[in-house]
């Protein structure tokens, strides 16, 4: 992918392995105000970061009251949580879509949101939950015996634990909702309410017929390079909480 959007756009079938000379005019057509890329990418960071916030908020609770409390059906909620997250997406877009028609919801974030929110949350309260369920509550006992509420407990002596596992599942809620492309084509059709993703399909060549492969192919490394410097900055609690779940 990278190479390719090095190639100059009249290049990019050649089977060279290193263009030569390298070509930038892939990312310069990219954002072309034609392409209305940038407000695209802005949509991107907008519906991912407010589903990642959203999900971690309803899934940190969520999880903790699973993993803690003792009430009847305990599993059988679990199991169906978990259960939705298998659910096929794309058996939601025709209902999806004729729900946010009635209310007026098409071209809006939220439309873009609560679909996504609904795909990151249910793994999010699972994943959470295996992370809650292996701390020792003696942790909330102790702290709790030193003059805290349960509340306090929860915020300053399980939290801060749980960080890895927190972390790993902001990732994960996040990298999702960015990468979310069907129920995004179906409610928009307003390139300013575009996401990335959706913005990268639409885009024309010159005679709008021809793919330009080239400037997808540079999107796509844009796309990329977000994720991958997130992943980097984040590396060691990511590896930390996938682990911490395993050992015991």
Same mark, same amino acid.
């Given at each position: 992918m990278?190479?390719?959007?090095?190639?100059? =756009? @009249? $290049?990019?079938? $050649?089977?060279?392995?290193?263009?030569?000379?390298?070509?930038?005019?892939?990312?310069?057509?990219?954002f072309?105000?034609?392409?209305?890329?940038?407000?695209?990418l802005?949509?991107?960071?907008? %519906?991912?970061g %407010?589903?990642?916030? @959203?999900v971690?908020? *309803?899934g940190?609770?969520? /999880?903790?009251? !699973?993993?803690?409390?003792d009430?009847?059906?305990k599993?059988?909620?679990?199991?169906?949580?978990?259960?939705?997250s298998?659910? =096929?997406?794309?058996?939601?877009?025709?209902? !999806?879509?004729k729900?946010?028609?009635?209310? #007026?919801?098409?071209?809006?974030?939220?439309a873009?949101?609560?679909?996504?929110?609904?795909? +990151?949350?249910?793994?999010?309260?699972?994943?959470?939950t295996?992370f809650?369920?292996?701390?020792?509550? $003696?942790?909330?006992?102790a702290?709790?015996?030193?003059?805290c509420?349960?509340?306090? /407990?929860?915020?300053?002596? *399980?939290? =801060?634990?749980? @960080?890895?596992g %927190? &972390?790993t599942t902001?990732? *994960? @809620?996040?990298?999702?909702a960015?990468? $979310?492309?069907i129920i995004?084509?179906?409610?928009t059709?307003?390139?300013d309410?575009?996401? +990335?993703v959706?913005?990268?399909?639409?885009?024309q060549?010159?005679t709008?017929?021809? *793919? =330009?492969v #080239?400037?997808?192919m540079?999107?796509?490394?844009?796309?990329?390079?977000?994720?991958?410097?997130?992943?980097? /900055? &984040?590396?060691?609690?990511?590896?930390?909480?996938l682990?911490?779940? #395993?050992?015991?």
């Open positions: 990278i190479v390719t959007s090095l190639r100059k =756009p @009249a $290049e990019v079938f $050649e089977k060279a392995a290193v263009p030569s000379p390298p070509s930038f005019q892939n990312y310069t057509a990219v072309d105000p034609v392409n209305n890329f940038a407000r695209a802005l949509n991107s960071i907008i %519906v991912a %407010v589903t990642t916030v @959203a971690l908020i *309803i940190v609770f969520a /999880a903790y009251a !699973l993993a803690r409390l009430f009847r059906g599993n059988l909620a679990l199991s169906a949580i978990i259960a939705t298998m659910f =096929p997406g794309i058996a939601l877009v025709v209902p !999806l879509l729900i946010f028609t009635d209310i #007026g919801w098409i071209n809006t974030y939220q873009l949101i609560l679909p996504s929110m609904s795909f +990151a949350l249910p793994l999010s309260v699972w994943n959470l295996a809650f369920r292996q701390m020792p509550q $003696e942790l909330e006992q702290a709790m015996v030193d003059g509420t349960q509340w306090q /407990a929860f915020r300053k002596v *399980i939290l =801060p634990i749980a @960080a890895p %927190v &972390f902001a990732i *994960i @809620a996040f990298v999702a960015w990468n $979310e492309f995004a084509l179906t409610m059709n307003k390139s309410f575009f996401t +990335a959706v913005a990268i399909s639409q885009f060549g010159k709008g017929r021809d *793919i =330009p #080239g400037s997808q540079a999107a796509g490394v844009i796309l990329t390079i977000p994720l991958i410097i997130m992943v980097l /900055a &984040f590396q060691r609690r990511i590896v930390s909480g682990t911490a779940g #395993g050992v015991k």
